[in-house]
């Protein structure tokens, strides 16, 4: 082979070498140029948190527009994808994605398969009961009917706070929420926000009392995938402080 034509080979092969190195992210993602994607899976049945539109196929909420927020920092991508709340634990443990962002509490428990940012948002459980049930605290909830959303921390305070109570679990909120509204149950117990959302929607029912609870929400990160964890903390740092996590809060009502 000519030494010019050697030279115009090793040329070709150097250029296809850093298109494909430029196509893998530092989550192991495939990316186009050197756009870097994450893969969030989120239970998007949660307004005003997170809420998945089967009709255009779309994502809104709190944690969707902060975790697009953080991605932005990063010089990220990101794709949405809305996996049920049982399953979401699993897809992270198997790289099916790359972040839950699922208004999830960090526990000592959850923290012991996951890696968790620092928190971004404190939340509260709540009590929404019928409006005319006449229900006002805890004491009266003693062997009620109480709608859960199975494995969450409303889940957990209804088990192991309220003494007789008939624990219902529902596979999503809505369920849980709507069972009320049938008359099914006497209470559901969840997080301040959907509850709030909800009721506002559905005058047959109402929020009836917080509990004080002060739960820290954070984004679900692999096991180990310290990098990706400061790197998400360094962007929520910098959104702290340039007031974008602020004005996120108002955009709720959070």
Not at 79 to 104: K, T
Not at 227 to 252: E, H, I, S
Request: glycine content about 8%; aromatic content about 8%.
């Amino acid at each position: 082979m000519q030494p010019n034509r050697l030279l115009s080979v090793l040329f070709v092969l150097v250029l296809a070498t850093g298109a494909l190195a430029g196509c893998m992210n530092q989550t192991g993602n495939q990316n186009t140029g050197n756009t870097k994607k994450l893969i969030v899976g989120s239970d998007a049945t949660f307004p005003p948190m997170e809420v998945y539109h089967e009709s255009n196929g779309t994502f809104t909420g709190f944690d969707i527009d902060l975790m697009r927020e953080i991605a932005r920092v990063m010089n990220y991508t990101v794709e949405f994808r809305n996996v049920g709340w049982d399953a979401l634990p699993v897809e992270l443990s198997n790289g099916n994605i790359d972040v839950i962002a699922s208004s999830m509490t960090i526990t000592d428990e959850r923290k012991a398969d996951r890696e968790f940012t620092e928190p971004y948002y404190l939340v509260d459980q709540s009590v929404m009961v019928g409006k005319d049930s006449g229900i006002t605290n805890v004491q009266q909830l003693q062997g009620k009917r109480i709608a859960v959303q199975g494995g969450t921390t409303g889940d957990l305070y209804a088990t192991n706070n309220i003494s007789g109570a008939q624990v219902n679990r529902f596979d999503d909120y809505p369920s849980a929420a709507n069972a009320l509204v049938t008359g099914a149950v006497d209470a559901v117990i969840m997080d301040r926000p959907p509850q709030v959302f909800f009721a506002s929607e559905n005058p047959s029912v109402v929020v009836a009392f917080d509990i004080d609870t002060n739960e820290p929400l954070g984004f679900a990160i692999k096991k180990g995938r310290l990098d990706l964890v400061n790197q998400m903390n360094d962007a929520l740092d910098q959104l702290r402080a340039d007031g974008t996590l602020d004005r996120l809060r108002q955009k709720y009502d959070l």
